[in-house]
Structures are given as C-alpha cells and as structure tokens.
C-alpha cells in the first residue's frame, strides 16, 4: 500500500535539546501534512508541504520536504515541555489520507 | 464557532450490539473521515467520504457502517461483526484533499 513510515517511534529528550522525525514514502508525494497530538487530545494540523524542497517554519518548528517529494522532516529546536505529544505525517491520494504511525516525544524540565 | 462536534465522548457497548457514534461539522467541509487510532499507534482510516451520498472504505472497513446523507454528519456504525471495537475513534472533514480538522473523538469500550 501506499504507506508512509515515521522514524523514530519514540524520543525521549531534556529540555533545551533539539528533535527531529523523519517520514519516508517509497513512491512520490503529491504533498505531505503534519500534525501534532497532544496526549488525550485529538490531532492538530500544523502545516502542509507541497514543492519539492521546500522547507517552511513556524518558531521553533522547521518542516522540510525532501527534492524528490518522497521524505519530510520536522525539527524542533530548543524544545519545551509543551512540545511534548506525538507528531504524525500524513499523504493524501485523491481524497484518501494515510498517516504515519509517529513520533511520540517526552521532555524532561 | 465553526468545528466539528462528535459525541457521545465515551461510549459503552455490550457484546452483540451495534452502536452508532455522530459526527457534525458546521464548516462546509465536503469531505469527511472515520479513524480508529488505538494506544500508542497512528491513526487508521475506516471510511471516508468527498461529497454527500457517497463513501468509500478505508484500510479496515470490515465491521463498520457509515452514511453521508447530509454534508453536515457523517455517522458511524460499530457493528456486531467488529469483534475488536475498544478503541478511540476521530472524526475529520476538509476542504477537498486540503488539511484536516479533527473532532475530540470518541472513546469506545466494551463491556
């Protein structure tokens, strides 16, 4: 199928240190999607990547999407206790979205 | 305010029994979705719909049921045949292919 894969699960970091997840699809992108889940909550669209490379920011989130629309990668700099939740990707082909199974992260203050 | 409203929150079903979760947005989103994300995994997509009165299966349609007979819900049936329905269950609707919005779902138990 048309799966899209996330790396790493898990990440367990101390306040201050930097994050990054990977998603990884074997067949082009036509865009890529993230959203954030904070737990208990439901999931929250952060941003959407549609040109090859593009890279685009919000604060201390950096969203990239890789030259040949088959990978993406959110980073977080310098991150906080309310950054804390889990990240997920997600594609969309012709109105059916997959999403990638995410990366949960835990800050410790 | 303009969202998207499913309810109950949490939801109780005995073994047998068909139970039907709501889902109702006020956005004007044409397409609408059903997940099933259970602990500590992704999101799973169940249905899904673009435009009223007509819907397609997702990854693990077997053992749900769903209808689009108004834009504004999209509910969804948790049959008998769905011998493994605990979980927590999201709702969604978009513009087209464009980003979603999530419901604060539904917690599904067995008793």
């Known amino acids: 199928g048309q799966q899209v894969m996330q790396i790493p699960q898990y990440q367990h970091v101390q306040e201050g240190e930097d994050f990054t997840t990977y998603c990884n699809s074997s067949t082009t992108l036509s865009n890529i999607q993230w959203y954030k889940q904070r737990p208990g909550g439901h999931p929250v669209f952060l941003i959407q990547l549609v040109k090859s490379g593009e890279v685009k920011k919000q604060k201390r989130l950096t969203f990239q999407f890789g030259e040949a629309k088959k990978n993406s990668s959110l980073h977080i700099t310098a991150t906080q206790t309310t950054d804390v939740g889990t990240y997920f990707c997600?594609?969309?082909?012709?109105?059916?979205?997959?999403f990638g199974d995410g990366t949960t992260l835990t800050v410790k203050p | 305010d303009g969202g998207i409203t499913q309810s109950p929150k949490y939801l109780f079903r005995k073994e047998g029994q068909n139970v039907t979760l709501s889902c109702e947005q006020n956005l004007n989103h044409d397409a609408m979705y059903w997940y099933r994300q259970d602990p500590g995994q992704g999101l799973r997509l169940i249905y899904y719909?673009?435009?009223?009165?007509?819907?397609q299966k997702g990854d693990i349609a077997e053992g749900y049921s769903v209808s689009r007979e108004k834009k504004e819900s999209f509910p969804l049936t948790v049959t008998s045949a769905q011998k493994n329905p605990t979980a927590f269950y999201l709702c969604a609707s978009s513009i087209s292919s464009q980003p979603q919005h999530f419901g604060d779902g539904t917690r599904l138990s067995i008793l």
């Open positions: 997600a594609r969309d082909n012709a109105g059916k979205s997959t």
């Open positions: 719909s673009q435009i009223v009165n007509d819907f």
